[in-house]
């Protein structure tokens, strides 16, 4: 009656703070960005807080969809205060951000805290992540901290609960 593609699930081991592309690398993944842009907004308030910036302040918001294997596994929007003066070049965030903010401006992320929860897929992000509406998915957000302890990023990444599976190490 139909095909069904068997994916293996992609595996993250939870021990440090490591990007998405980092991530990718150790299992030998190769990834590939299908869609990502840049904009300068206007944060609400729950970005806001999480970044600890005042209600007139702009920031970045990045949006990328993530591939692996031909298929999406993850779809996220990452949020960064203003003054760190990024490049709005929405091709200069298609790889590593974690790399980018280390080489070309000197930010090391050196620890983080995310939070995961079980979440039933919007039509807008299961609509770039391939899936169904409703479909299961991880909700990832993330707050991390350079070498100064300032806040670097909020993001939050969501992944379709058959491709990618979680593992923590205690």
């Given at each position: ?20 592309s980092?991530?990718?690398k ?115 957000s ?29």
């Open positions: 009656v139909g095909t069904t593609v068997v994916f293996r699930k992609i595996d993250e081991n939870l021990k440090q703070v490591i990007s998405f980092e991530e990718m150790l299992p030998g993944i190769t990834m590939k960005t299908s869609h990502c842009k840049i904009d300068l907004i206007k944060p609400d308030n729950e970005v806001r807080r999480m970044l600890q910036t005042g209600t007139d302040e702009f920031g970045y918001c990045i949006e990328r969809v993530r591939c692996a294997g031909g298929l999406p596994v993850g779809y996220s929007k990452t949020y960064l205060q203003k003054g760190m003066n990024l490049s709005l070049n929405a091709e200069e965030y298609t790889k590593s951000l974690y790399e980018l903010l280390d080489k070309k401006y000197g930010v090391k992320i050196v620890n983080g805290t995310d939070v995961l929860e079980a979440v039933a897929a919007s039509r807008s992000i299961a609509g770039f992540l391939e899936v169904n509406t409703n479909s299961p998915l991880f909700r990832r993330r707050r991390t901290f350079d070498q100064n302890s300032d806040i670097v990023e909020y993001s939050i990444c969501y992944y379709p609960g058959d491709r990618y599976k979680y593992t923590v190490n205690l």
